[in-house]
């Protein structure tokens, strides 16, 4: 990306001073982003932010009046500088430093903000490849050992069993979990707990049970991951 650079000084561009931003131009257009950017991408963990602004009539204007409403008036170069851009790009660091970049060619605006969407897009794929791999070390068979598992029998029934222990059988799904939570309370445990079918598919419970004078009155469940 480029920017457009220019004296500064009483009528050029003014810096911001130490701070989050280069210039008080830069900030200005950055007020008026809060109120809503034509596009914008990020990084995964608090890695950045970027921000997307086209500079059509209105939004000039807008920033001409926050500039008057705080410093005063634009200096010419600022004027200049805005009446002759099409679009700003920020960047949001994770340290809170803002970068801007001016452009005064609309396929340079564009070609940027394809390249800002393929890089925070590769950033993306990396983070979920990291997370199957941290979902790898996931050790189903002891953790099934260790857990709660409520498993599909013949006849419609479902057998649950607590750490490798059968707490019993039950006709219905609801009921069984119950029981089985209610175990795992009576015992101060909170297992991973499981759902196998009968085609032997697991699924891992995210489990929420409500418990009144220490006894399990309903579950809610949805399902965190599965295996086939």
Known sequence: ?????????DDGIRSYGPGKFHTLIDSYAFEVAGDGVDEEASYGDGGGWYGLVRLDGPTRKRVAEVAAEGD???TEDERELLDDSVAVIFFERSDGIVEADWFEDEKKVDQAWADIEADTAEDDEEEEEEEEEEDDDFDLESEMESGLVIQDTRGGRYSVSLEGKSLGSYDDFDLALKHGVQAAHAANYSPNVFHVNDRGNVDLLSVKPEIKRGKVVSVEYEIERSWV
């Open 1 to 9: 990306m480029t920017r457009i650079v220019r004296e500064t000084g």
């Open 72 to 74: 005063g008036e634009l």
